[in-house]
């Protein structure tokens, strides 16, 4: 499940975060078993565009728009403690 903000967030913020929930790597993390909650996105008009979701096990995963419309996905490992 993808959820993104829901308040507290600008006309110019909300159309990045839509242009980013358009793609097909939102629908795979909307179709995940686990809850992707975005925690950063880009507030100004204009690329880059950056969002970063994380997991409910604590895993986070940065997608990145450039200048040519290009998404790019990076993601964090997680850290397994003993």
């Not at 909300?14 to 909650?37: G, I, K, M, P, V």
């Not at 895993?59 to 003993?82: C, H, Q, Y």
């Amino acid at each position: 499940m993808l959820r993104m903000p829901s308040h507290h967030v600008t006309e110019t913020a909300r159309r990045n975060l839509d242009r980013f929930r358009a793609t097909s790597a939102a629908s795979e993390l909307d179709d995940d078993a686990r809850t992707w909650t975005a925690v950063e996105w880009s507030w100004v008009p204009g690329p880059p565009f950056r969002v970063q979701f994380r997991s409910e096990d604590g895993e986070t995963v940065d997608f990145l728009m450039d200048e040519a419309g290009n998404w790019r996905m990076k993601r964090e490992p997680i850290v397994v403690r003993s």
